[in-house]
């Protein structure tokens, strides 16, 4: 019997807000926050790169924290984080298996596909130890 992976749940209009701020910072990664209520996206909060490169990312503290008292206000949480690769695949590098904090879901965005952009979820149960989860978009 085949083992279903775990799933993450994303608005389509949350999904379409990832992708197009991948595509308006490239050649730059972008990043931001993903906001909802557990494993289900219901928005996300876009987030300065303070590192303002190609290949890494630090989300902006300042708008980590407008996002967490935009998000409480609304009853919901942050849920996880978000980032793009502008050239290379949606899967985890070693800076990001460095850098990007457990406990959390993240969510990453290939632009390497001029066409159509290549998403990724991932869950972080601990620092570097991303594991694959199922996509699911909800309208």
């Given at each position: ?7 993450l ?12 701020h991948?595509?308006e910072?490239?050649?730059h ?26 290949a890494?990312f630090?989300?902006?503290?300042r ?9 409480r ?10 980032h ?9 590098s ?15 965005v ?8 290549d ?7 601990s ?13």
């Amino acid at each position: 019997m085949p083992v279903t992976p775990p799933t993450l749940a994303i608005r389509q209009s949350a999904f379409d807000d990832l992708v197009a701020h991948a595509r308006e910072e490239a050649p730059h990664e972008c990043c931001g926050v993903l906001i909802g209520r557990g494993p289900c996206v219901e928005r996300v909060a876009r987030a300065r790169n303070r590192a303002r490169s190609p290949a890494r990312f630090l989300v902006d503290p300042r708008d980590q924290i407008a996002a967490l008292k935009r998000a409480r206000a609304a009853g919901e949480v942050i849920v996880g984080y978000y980032h793009s690769h502008p050239t290379s695949l949606p899967e985890p590098s070693e800076t990001d298996r460095r850098e990007v904090p457990p406990g959390e879901y993240h969510v990453i965005v290939s632009l390497r596909a001029a066409e159509s952009a290549d998403v990724r979820a991932y869950a972080l149960p601990s620092q570097g130890n991303f594991l694959p989860l199922a996509l699911v978009r909800l309208p």
